[in-house]
């Protein structure tokens, strides 16, 4: 099987969001994933947040593509205190709504994986495991539940803790705010997720940062096949 893997969104233009779907559409995968955050960029408008919540209200009907929830995309799904992130405004969170609809929440994981690899928004820093290596992703699973709960409540889930890279007080952030710099590896886990922009792909103790967003959408994408990554450009 081929998996394709897509990091941060962030709103691109239309331009980018037709190579996306020309690329999936030419490399035929399996499967895709989308590492999240798919709202807010500086100096956004209603029409981007519009536009990105049409294409992605179509991407979640195909039931071949993952998509992961990233710390921008939590405020709009339970847009609370305890959520609440940089760029949201209650104007983009009501004409998301209106597109993706009341229990957008349900079609959007926390985390999932391919090839053993591990997919998170922001990487899971062992800061926060307190459990086996071997049943990593069961705990997960009751984490994941524990946080829908919590955010529906309007309360807070280590999954939204901020590290100091970020201007929190956490070691390291949680699976939807860690930063690349503060990631702490767990052994006998590999990793790929998005979140901390940069210029290049960074790839360190079986652990990948995917995300290039540099305000016109990812410019890196993988391809996991047989449990190899190979990073690609997008053209």
Same mark, same amino acid.
């Given at each position: 099987?081929?998996?394709?893997?897509?990091?941060?969104?962030?709103?691109?233009?239309?331009?980018?969001?037709?190579?996306?779907?020309?690329?999936?559409?030419?490399?035929?995968?399996?499967?895709?994933?989308?590492?999240?955050?798919?709202?807010?960029?500086?100096?956004?408008?209603?029409?981007?947040?519009?536009?990105?919540?049409?294409?992605?209200?179509?991407?979640?009907?195909?039931?071949?593509?993952?998509?992961?929830?990233?710390?921008?995309?939590?405020?709009?799904?339970?847009?609370?205190?305890?959520?609440? @992130?940089?760029?949201?405004?209650? !104007?983009?969170?009501?004409? &998301? /709504?209106? %597109?993706? *609809?009341?229990?957008? =929440? +349900?079609?959007?994981?926390?985390?999932?994986?391919?090839?053993?690899?591990?997919?998170?928004?922001?990487?899971?820093?062992?800061?926060?495991?307190?459990?086996?290596?071997?049943?990593?992703?069961?705990?997960?699973?009751?984490?994941?539940?524990?946080?829908?709960?919590?955010?529906?409540?309007?309360?807070?889930?280590?999954?939204?803790?901020?590290?100091?890279?970020?201007?929190?007080?956490?070691?390291?952030?949680?699976?939807?705010? @860690?930063?690349?710099?503060?990631? !702490?590896?767990?052994?006998? &886990? /590999?990793? %790929?997720? *998005?979140?901390?922009? =940069? +210029?290049?792909?960074?790839?360190?103790?079986?652990?990948?940062?995917?995300?290039?967003?540099?305000?016109?959408?990812?410019?890196?994408?993988?391809?996991?096949?047989?449990?190899?990554?190979?990073?690609?450009?997008?053209?």
């Amino acid at each position: 099987m081929k998996t394709l893997i897509f990091p941060d969104l962030h709103e691109p233009p239309a331009s980018t969001l037709s190579t996306i779907e020309r690329l999936i559409g030419s490399e035929a995968p399996d499967r895709v994933v989308f590492l999240g955050d798919y709202f807010d960029h500086y100096y956004d408008t209603l029409a981007d947040a519009a536009r990105c919540a049409q294409w992605l209200k179509t991407s979640l009907a195909d039931p071949r593509r993952t998509h992961l929830i990233g710390n921008h995309d939590a405020s709009y799904l339970w847009p609370n205190e305890a959520t609440f @992130c940089p760029g949201f405004t209650w !104007e983009k969170e009501n004409a &998301i /709504r209106r %597109i993706l *609809g009341e229990k957008a =929440a +349900d079609s959007f994981v926390f985390h999932t994986w391919v090839d053993g690899w591990l997919l998170t928004h922001a990487g899971l820093s062992a800061q926060w495991v307190s459990v086996e290596t071997g049943i990593v992703d069961q705990w997960l699973i009751t984490e994941d539940q524990a946080a829908r709960e919590a955010f529906t409540a309007g309360k807070d889930h280590w999954y939204v803790a901020v590290g100091p890279k970020r201007g929190g007080t956490a070691r390291a952030g949680g699976i939807l705010w @860690c930063d690349h710099r503060e990631l !702490e590896p767990i052994a006998g &886990i /590999r990793q %790929i997720y *998005g979140h901390t922009p =940069a +210029d290049r792909v960074r790839i360190w103790k079986d652990h990948i940062c995917l995300d290039t967003n540099t305000g016109r959408g990812p410019r890196h994408y993988a391809a996991v096949e047989d449990g190899k990554v190979e990073i690609r450009t997008h053209t």
